[in-house]
Antibody, heavy 119, light 107 residues
Framework: EEQLVQSGAEVKKPGESLKISCKGS????????IGWVRQMPGKGLEWMGI????????RYSPSFQGQVTISADKSISTAYLQWSRLKASDSAMYYC????????????WGQGTTVTVSS | SYELTQPPSVSVSPGQTARITCSGD??????AYWYQQKPGQAPVMVIY???ERPSGIPERFSGSISGTTVTLTISEVQAEDEADYFC???????????FGGGSKLTV
């Protein structure tokens, strides 16, 4: 079964750093783009950026450029989303999702990681 | 333009047909995708490339396009179809993705 499994919920203080993960299995991880999507409480889906583990190509949404870092370690089939200094406004659910190779839709989604930033 | 507009809510009775629209200037040139998101769950793709249905998605889900508007149609709506539905498209490279604001389907 092709799946993405994300790391568990996080509770952090403003100013702290954080790195969440997304592990792929059941498919060739290096051959598919992995995207990250934010969903704030009660709100819609926001595109953050996308990373290709095969060649480390990365594209950020202008809204998130400079705010987060997207990366991956293809040797362990894991993608990452990290913050150097969290803000309360970063509190949200974060999803990783695989982009299909035959079209531009996201065909496999992780279960989501809840990030809570509070003093 | 990378904007997609959806109605905030759609309401139907069980057994009726629900139609959720998504409008955007990019849609005649780029494919649209639809996702279903139930409370507390991750999104699930229900339509890709405007009209195609992934395996495992019931036949009552269908997609169509007319000009700058794509439509998700759910025939014979069931209580289990109550969810948020998001449309999505992308730029030509497929690396800039954008979503509609979402439509809450109430059954």
């Amino acid at each position: 079964e092709e799946q993405l499994v994300q790391s568990g919920a996080e509770v952090k203080k403003p100013g702290e750093s954080l790195k969440i993960s997304c592990k792929g299995s059941g498919y060739s991880f290096s051959n598919y783009w992995i995207g990250w999507v934010r969903q704030m409480p009660g709100k819609g889906l926001e595109w953050m950026g996308i990373f290709h583990p095969g060649d480390s190509d990365i594209r950020y949404s202008p809204s998130f450029q400079g705010q987060v870092t997207i990366s991956a370690d293809k040797s362990i089939s894991t993608a990452y989303l990290q913050w150097s200094r969290l803000k309360a406004s970063d509190s949200a659910m974060y999803y990783c999702a695989r982009r299909s190779n035959s079209h531009h839709g996201m065909d496999v989604w992780g279960q989501g990681t809840t990030v809570t930033v509070s003093s | 333009s990378y904007e997609l507009t959806q109605p905030p809510s759609v309401s139907v009775s069980p057994g009726q047909t629900a139609r959720i629209t998504c409008s955007g200037d990019a849609l005649p040139k780029q494919y649209a995708y639809w996702y279903q998101q139930k409370p507390g769950q991750a999104p699930v793709m229900v339509i890709y490339k405007d009209i195609e249905r992934p395996s495992g998605i019931p036949e009552r889900f269908s997609g169509s396009i007319s000009g700058t508007t794509v439509t998700l149609t759910i025939s014979e709506v069931q209580a289990e179809d109550e969810a948020d539905y998001f449309c999505q498209s992308a730029d030509t490279s497929g690396t800039f993705v954008f979503f509609g604001g979402g439509s809450k389907l109430t059954v």
